[in-house]
Protein backbone atom coordinates (compact mmCIF):
# COMPACT_ATOMS: atom_id res chain seq x y z
CA UNK A 1 0.00 0.00 0.00
CA UNK A 2 3.05 2.84 0.87
CA UNK A 3 5.10 2.24 -2.64
CA UNK A 4 4.78 3.65 -5.88
CA UNK A 5 5.80 1.47 -9.00
CA UNK A 6 6.07 4.17 -12.09
CA UNK A 7 4.45 1.64 -14.74
CA UNK A 8 2.66 -1.41 -14.66
CA UNK A 9 5.05 -3.17 -15.50
CA UNK A 10 7.34 -2.79 -12.97
CA UNK A 11 5.06 -3.22 -10.62
CA UNK A 12 4.20 -6.99 -11.87
CA UNK A 13 7.94 -7.39 -11.76
CA UNK A 14 8.01 -6.43 -7.87
CA UNK A 15 8.79 -9.34 -5.13
CA UNK A 16 5.56 -11.14 -4.10
CA UNK A 17 3.38 -10.44 -7.11
CA UNK A 18 1.83 -13.92 -8.29
CA UNK A 19 -0.98 -12.49 -10.92
CA UNK A 20 -0.98 -9.32 -12.99
CA UNK A 21 -4.07 -8.45 -15.59
CA UNK A 22 -4.00 -5.21 -17.53
CA UNK A 23 -7.27 -6.11 -19.58
CA UNK A 24 -5.59 -5.26 -22.80
CA UNK A 25 -8.06 -7.00 -25.57
CA UNK A 26 -8.96 -9.88 -22.99
CA UNK A 27 -8.81 -10.72 -19.43
CA UNK A 28 -6.28 -13.25 -18.56
CA UNK A 29 -7.36 -16.96 -20.15
CA UNK A 30 -6.25 -18.20 -16.79
CA UNK A 31 -9.59 -16.48 -15.34
CA UNK A 32 -12.93 -18.22 -15.37
CA UNK A 33 -15.75 -16.24 -16.09
CA UNK A 34 -18.76 -17.14 -13.82
CA UNK A 35 -21.79 -15.88 -16.05
CA UNK A 36 -22.79 -12.70 -15.84
CA UNK A 37 -21.97 -9.14 -18.54
CA UNK A 38 -18.03 -9.52 -18.64
CA UNK A 39 -16.52 -6.89 -21.32
CA UNK A 40 -13.74 -5.34 -22.54
CA UNK A 41 -13.97 -1.80 -23.15
CA UNK A 42 -11.91 1.49 -24.45
CA UNK A 43 -10.28 3.22 -21.39
CA UNK A 44 -7.41 3.86 -18.93
CA UNK A 45 -7.13 4.25 -15.63
CA UNK A 46 -3.66 5.54 -15.91
CA UNK A 47 -2.57 7.83 -18.58
CA UNK A 48 -0.10 5.75 -20.95
CA UNK A 49 -0.98 2.48 -19.41
CA UNK A 50 -2.70 0.53 -21.91
CA UNK A 51 -6.15 1.10 -23.91
CA UNK A 52 -8.77 -1.15 -22.44
CA UNK A 53 -10.52 -2.07 -19.70
CA UNK A 54 -12.78 -4.25 -18.22
CA UNK A 55 -16.14 -3.93 -17.08
CA UNK A 56 -18.88 -5.73 -15.40
CA UNK A 57 -22.18 -4.57 -16.01
CA UNK A 58 -25.88 -5.69 -13.71
CA UNK A 59 -29.16 -5.03 -14.30
CA UNK A 60 -32.87 -6.81 -14.00
CA UNK A 61 -31.62 -10.53 -15.02
CA UNK A 62 -28.24 -9.96 -14.39
CA UNK A 63 -27.75 -9.88 -10.27
CA UNK A 64 -23.67 -10.61 -10.51
CA UNK A 65 -21.05 -10.32 -12.94
CA UNK A 66 -17.85 -11.72 -12.28
CA UNK A 67 -14.12 -13.01 -13.10
CA UNK A 68 -13.17 -15.95 -10.66
CA UNK A 69 -9.86 -17.57 -10.07
CA UNK A 70 -7.58 -19.25 -7.78
CA UNK A 71 -4.08 -18.74 -6.65
CA UNK A 72 -1.20 -20.53 -5.06
CA UNK A 73 -2.06 -21.36 -1.05
CA UNK A 74 -1.31 -18.19 1.04
CA UNK A 75 -1.59 -16.95 4.17
CA UNK A 76 -0.95 -13.46 3.32
CA UNK A 77 -2.60 -11.95 0.14
CA UNK A 78 -3.04 -8.59 -0.92
CA UNK A 79 -5.09 -7.19 -4.01
CA UNK A 80 -4.78 -4.09 -5.84
CA UNK A 81 -6.52 -2.48 -8.97
CA UNK A 82 -7.95 0.98 -10.37
CA UNK A 83 -11.59 1.08 -10.22
CA UNK A 84 -14.47 3.24 -12.10
CA UNK A 85 -18.18 3.33 -10.40
CA UNK A 86 -20.15 5.06 -13.38
CA UNK A 87 -21.42 8.19 -12.95
CA UNK A 88 -25.13 6.45 -12.68
CA UNK A 89 -24.26 3.93 -10.36
CA UNK A 90 -26.93 3.25 -8.25
CA UNK A 91 -26.50 0.64 -5.14
CA UNK A 92 -29.14 1.88 -2.73
CA UNK A 93 -30.98 -1.30 -3.58
CA UNK A 94 -28.04 -3.35 -1.68
CA UNK A 95 -24.35 -4.63 -3.90
CA UNK A 96 -21.46 -6.54 -2.74
CA UNK A 97 -17.93 -6.18 -4.81
CA UNK A 98 -14.83 -8.38 -4.38
CA UNK A 99 -14.26 -11.35 -2.89
CA UNK A 100 -11.01 -12.50 -1.31
CA UNK A 101 -11.09 -15.94 0.73
CA UNK A 102 -10.49 -19.46 1.11
CA UNK A 103 -12.00 -22.33 1.79
CA UNK A 104 -12.29 -26.21 1.98
CA UNK A 105 -13.50 -26.75 -1.85
CA UNK A 106 -11.98 -23.80 -4.46
CA UNK A 107 -12.66 -22.03 -6.04
CA UNK A 108 -16.87 -22.65 -5.42
CA UNK A 109 -16.28 -23.41 -1.51
CA UNK A 110 -16.46 -19.42 -0.41
CA UNK A 111 -19.52 -18.74 -2.72
CA UNK A 112 -23.00 -18.86 -1.75
CA UNK A 113 -22.16 -18.64 1.81
CA UNK A 114 -24.19 -15.71 2.90
CA UNK A 115 -26.48 -15.92 6.51
CA UNK A 116 -23.24 -18.70 7.61
CA UNK A 117 -21.09 -18.43 10.35
CA UNK A 118 -17.69 -20.17 9.23
CA UNK A 119 -16.86 -23.07 11.28
CA UNK A 120 -12.73 -22.97 11.20
CA UNK A 121 -12.15 -25.16 8.40
CA UNK A 122 -14.68 -24.96 6.13
CA UNK A 123 -14.34 -21.01 4.85
CA UNK A 124 -13.88 -17.56 4.89
CA UNK A 125 -14.27 -14.48 3.21
CA UNK A 126 -13.44 -10.60 2.69
CA UNK A 127 -15.58 -8.56 0.55
CA UNK A 128 -14.13 -5.08 -0.15
CA UNK A 129 -16.63 -3.18 -1.70
CA UNK A 130 -19.28 -0.50 -1.27
CA UNK A 131 -20.61 0.97 2.44
CA UNK A 132 -23.21 2.95 1.70
CA UNK A 133 -24.85 4.37 -1.28
CA UNK A 134 -22.17 5.28 -4.59
CA UNK A 135 -21.79 9.24 -4.87
CA UNK A 136 -23.96 9.80 -1.97
CA UNK A 137 -21.06 9.68 0.95
CA UNK A 138 -20.86 5.85 0.06
CA UNK A 139 -16.97 5.12 1.04
CA UNK A 140 -15.36 1.33 0.50
CA UNK A 141 -15.04 -0.83 3.30
CA UNK A 142 -15.30 -4.83 3.94
CA UNK A 143 -17.82 -7.31 4.71
CA UNK A 144 -16.76 -10.17 6.31
CA UNK A 145 -17.30 -14.06 6.98
CA UNK A 146 -14.99 -15.38 10.01
CA UNK A 147 -14.77 -17.87 12.78
CA UNK A 148 -15.34 -15.04 15.56
CA UNK A 149 -17.65 -13.10 14.03
CA UNK A 150 -20.76 -11.04 15.44
CA UNK A 151 -24.23 -12.42 15.29
CA UNK A 152 -26.43 -10.12 13.39
CA UNK A 153 -29.64 -8.72 15.27
CA UNK A 154 -31.73 -10.62 13.66
CA UNK A 155 -30.41 -13.76 14.74
CA UNK A 156 -28.31 -14.66 11.89
CA UNK A 157 -24.93 -14.20 11.02
CA UNK A 158 -24.44 -11.58 8.09
CA UNK A 159 -21.22 -10.22 6.77
CA UNK A 160 -19.54 -8.27 10.21
CA UNK A 161 -18.61 -5.02 7.82
CA UNK A 162 -15.61 -2.38 8.79
CA UNK A 163 -15.20 1.34 7.76
CA UNK A 164 -12.07 3.27 7.81
CA UNK A 165 -10.47 3.79 10.76
CA UNK A 166 -8.96 7.41 9.10
CA UNK A 167 -10.00 10.99 9.83
CA UNK A 168 -11.20 10.93 6.18
CA UNK A 169 -13.53 8.64 4.99
CA UNK A 170 -12.43 6.88 1.55
CA UNK A 171 -15.40 7.93 -0.33
CA UNK A 172 -15.84 6.56 -3.33
CA UNK A 173 -16.53 9.32 -6.73
CA UNK A 174 -18.47 7.72 -9.84
CA UNK A 175 -17.03 8.90 -12.51
CA UNK A 176 -12.96 8.28 -11.30
CA UNK A 177 -10.81 6.29 -11.09
CA UNK A 178 -9.33 5.31 -7.54
CA UNK A 179 -6.75 3.32 -6.87
CA UNK A 180 -7.60 0.91 -3.83
CA UNK A 181 -5.72 -2.31 -2.12
CA UNK A 182 -6.56 -4.66 0.38
CA UNK A 183 -4.94 -7.56 2.20
CA UNK A 184 -5.55 -10.00 4.49
CA UNK A 185 -3.42 -12.02 6.67
CA UNK A 186 -4.66 -15.46 7.98
CA UNK A 187 -4.24 -16.08 11.65
CA UNK A 188 -2.11 -19.20 13.31
CA UNK A 189 -3.97 -22.08 14.73
CA UNK A 190 -7.22 -21.29 16.01
CA UNK A 191 -5.54 -17.74 17.39
CA UNK A 192 -7.48 -14.10 16.71
CA UNK A 193 -4.15 -12.68 15.23
CA UNK A 194 -5.21 -12.20 11.13
CA UNK A 195 -5.64 -9.14 10.31
CA UNK A 196 -7.26 -7.46 7.36
CA UNK A 197 -6.03 -3.76 6.06
CA UNK A 198 -6.97 -1.33 2.97
CA UNK A 199 -6.28 1.53 1.19
CA UNK A 200 -7.52 4.25 -0.91
CA UNK A 201 -5.87 6.09 -3.39
CA UNK A 202 -2.47 5.42 -1.65
CA UNK A 203 -3.77 6.62 2.32
CA UNK A 204 -4.01 3.69 5.08
CA UNK A 205 -7.26 3.49 5.71
CA UNK A 206 -7.21 1.01 8.52
CA UNK A 207 -5.76 -2.52 9.84
CA UNK A 208 -8.18 -4.07 11.37
CA UNK A 209 -6.85 -7.59 13.80
CA UNK A 210 -8.65 -9.83 16.13
CA UNK A 211 -9.98 -12.08 13.02
CA UNK A 212 -9.97 -15.83 13.86
CA UNK A 213 -10.28 -16.72 10.21
CA UNK A 214 -9.57 -20.76 10.21
CA UNK A 215 -9.03 -22.55 13.17
CA UNK A 216 -7.37 -24.89 11.02
CA UNK A 217 -3.35 -24.08 9.18
CA UNK A 218 -5.08 -26.48 6.75
CA UNK A 219 -7.31 -23.58 4.87
CA UNK A 220 -5.61 -21.11 3.85
CA UNK A 221 -6.03 -17.88 1.20
CA UNK A 222 -6.97 -19.77 -2.63
CA UNK A 223 -9.50 -17.55 -4.61
CA UNK A 224 -10.32 -14.01 -5.62
CA UNK A 225 -13.43 -13.06 -7.38
CA UNK A 226 -13.44 -9.56 -9.52
CA UNK A 227 -17.24 -9.14 -8.88
CA UNK A 228 -19.76 -7.00 -8.93
CA UNK A 229 -23.17 -7.86 -7.13
CA UNK A 230 -26.69 -6.06 -7.13
CA UNK A 231 -29.46 -7.14 -4.40
CA UNK A 232 -32.24 -4.83 -6.38
CA UNK A 233 -34.27 -5.07 -3.26
CA UNK A 234 -36.05 -1.94 -4.18
CA UNK A 235 -36.63 -3.21 -7.29
CA UNK A 236 -35.14 -4.03 -10.94
CA UNK A 237 -32.00 -2.34 -12.33
CA UNK A 238 -33.11 -1.96 -16.39
CA UNK A 239 -31.03 -3.51 -18.82
CA UNK A 240 -31.06 0.22 -20.75
CA UNK A 241 -29.40 1.93 -18.00
CA UNK A 242 -27.07 -0.65 -16.20
CA UNK A 243 -24.60 -0.53 -13.10
CA UNK A 244 -21.58 -0.59 -14.02
CA UNK A 245 -17.81 -0.75 -12.57
CA UNK A 246 -14.88 -0.94 -14.38
CA UNK A 247 -11.08 -1.69 -12.86
CA UNK A 248 -8.01 -1.80 -14.11
CA UNK A 249 -4.13 -2.97 -12.97
CA UNK A 250 -5.00 -5.67 -11.10
CA UNK A 251 -2.55 -7.46 -9.10
CA UNK A 252 -2.25 -10.11 -6.70
CA UNK A 253 0.84 -10.43 -4.72
CA UNK A 254 1.89 -11.54 -0.83
CA UNK A 255 3.29 -7.83 -0.31
CA UNK A 256 1.41 -4.79 -0.23
CA UNK A 257 1.72 -3.20 -4.17
CA UNK A 258 0.63 0.50 -4.06
CA UNK A 259 -0.54 2.96 -6.41
CA UNK A 260 0.95 3.81 -9.93
CA UNK A 261 2.65 7.10 -9.89
CA UNK A 262 2.14 8.31 -13.51
Avoid at 43 to 58: D, H, I, K, N, Q
Avoid at 98 to 122: C, E, F, H, R, Y
Avoid at 150 to 160: A, F
Avoid at 207 to 233: K, P, V
Amino acid sequence: GASQSATFAEMCASPGVVFCDAFEGSWDATWIEDGGDVQIVDGAAVAGEGSSVVELSTYESTQSSKLLRTFPDADSIYIRFDVQYADDYDNSGGSHGLILGGSDAPPWGMLGTAGMKPNGSDFFVLNFEPVGEVGAGGELGFYAYFVNMEISGDGNYWGNQFTTTASQPALITPGQWQCAEYGLTLNDGDSDNGTASFWVDGAPQGTFEGFTWRTSDALRLTTFALDSYNHMNNGPIPATQPNRVRYDNLVISSEPVGCLSN
